[in-house]
């Protein structure tokens, strides 16, 4: 659209100035969630200081003023230009929510830090026995004075070994049902009594860790919501997380690595070009339901059915543009590993086709199973036929 020029020049000049090879190359190797942390933490600091570091939140907040097509356009434009891919916990979720739910001292205290890339966020959710069953947490916190006294553990926890601050599902009561007496809490990570263990994936990555309390000191102060409505918090939190957490940019990233993997190699069968066609066909369906859903305001956490169609799809068409990666990179991606840094350009795409395979086996399980969310949006369509 002739509207758009002007901006998408505008950012092509930034990203064709700030992008450095090295950040480039951070941004294109990227398995999991977030590329490698120091090439995180530059390009934090290089978008905070041109002002576009938060584009979905309030401009009073921090945001940027653009319109939902530019957010989008900006987006694509990072994944098309290898941009890395931020920590972004803090920006993505925890800070729209704060801006929505938290208190005037709250947002004053943790809001610029986010901003700034200061403080990396890590989610306390998941424990052993509470995973997609996210009810059946057991870590408590007990009332102690103005502080809660926190034992248990947390598991799957992105990034817990770079962040400096978690947000936390802890256990106050037992109501009568699950959901009853859990208590959302904003914990700083260099408290006494918190141990990081690490938890290596089958891709390689440590981006996932066990996070154990023994006897750590909370300030109540620091509670999001009333005690006991911890569950009415993490869905508004989940329902911004779930939106944002697989974007039409980030399956055009993947997409592009296929593409540089097929461009390499020998004589592929028809059928693989066929489906990297079709797949394709899939990713432009999947940006225009995207822009619209962003055009009509439905992905600003208030609208459940749209964020769980979001996450269920895209985490979806990401396992079947990285199953197409696999298949296209045959046998070079099961010995591209053992090659001890002497693989050939078509290898060394073939075994990062191979780790971001394994990586996104979890793409429907995290944010709550695809499951779950279709029960989410079959529960709201019978509703609204019986209404």
């Known amino acids: 659209m002739e509207e758009d020029e002007g901006f998408l020049a505008e950012i092509r000049t930034f990203l064709a100035e700030k992008l450095t090879p090295d950040l480039r190359a951070a941004g294109r190797r990227t398995v999991g969630t977030h590329s490698q942390i120091e090439a995180c933490r530059i390009w934090h600091r290089r978008l905070h200081e041109r002002g576009w570091i938060a584009p979905a939140w309030p401009v009073a907040h921090g945001g940027t003023g653009w319109t939902a097509r530019q957010r989008?356009?900006?987006?694509q434009e990072c994944a098309a230009n290898d941009?890395?891919?931020l920590f972004a916990t803090g920006m993505r979720s925890l800070g729209p929510l704060l801006i929505a739910a938290g208190t005037q001292e709250q947002r004053e205290r943790y809001l610029k830090p986010i901003l700034t890339g200061d403080d990396l966020w890590c989610q306390g959710f998941s424990e052993p026995g509470a995973g997609s069953d996210l009810a059946a947490i057991k870590t408590r916190a007990e009332a102690d004075g103005d502080h809660y006294i926190v034992n248990g553990s947390k598991i799957w926890t992105t990034g817990a070994h770079h962040?400096?601050?978690?947000f936390a599902l802890m256990r106050t009561s037992q109501g009568a049902r699950p959901q009853e007496g859990i208590t959302f809490l904003l914990i700083d990570m260099d408290t006494p009594g918190i141990k990081v263990e690490p938890i290596i994936g089958f891709d390689g990555e440590h981006e996932f860790n066990q996070v154990f309390f023994d006897d750590v000191r909370v300030p109540m102060a620091s509670r999001v919501g009333a005690e006991g409505d911890g569950w009415s918090v993490a869905k508004q939190l989940m329902r911004f997380?779930?939106?944002?957490?697989t974007t039409s940019g980030l399956l055009r990233r993947a997409f592009r690595g296929v593409e540089r993997l097929i461009a390499l190699d020998r004589d592929l069968p028809d059928e693989i070009c066929l489906r990297r066609g079709a797949v394709e066909i899939d990713i432009r369906s999947f940006e225009s339901f995207e822009l619209r859903l962003l055009t009509e305001g439905r992905l600003s956490g208030d609208d459940e059915i749209a964020s769980s169609l979001m996450k269920s799809m895209a985490s979806?068409?990401?396992q079947r543009i990285t199953e197409?990666?696999?298949?296209a990179a045959g046998p070079y991606g099961a010995v591209a590993g053992?090659?001890?840094g002497n693989a050939s350009p078509l290898a060394d795409e073939a075994a990062h086709a191979t780790r971001k395979y394994f990586s996104t086996r979890a793409a429907s399980i995290y944010s709550g199973t695809n499951e779950t969310h279709r029960n989410i949006i079959a529960r709201?369509?019978?509703d609204l036929r019986s209404a």
């Open 338 to 340: 053992h090659l001890n």
């Open 83 to 85: 941009a890395p891919i």
């Open 163 to 166: 962040a400096n601050r978690m």
């Open 324 to 327: 197409l990666g696999i298949e």
């Open 241 to 245: 997380a779930r939106s944002n957490n």
């Open 380 to 382: 709201s369509l019978i």
């Open 72 to 75: 989008f356009l900006f987006d």
């Open 316 to 318: 979806e068409l990401h």
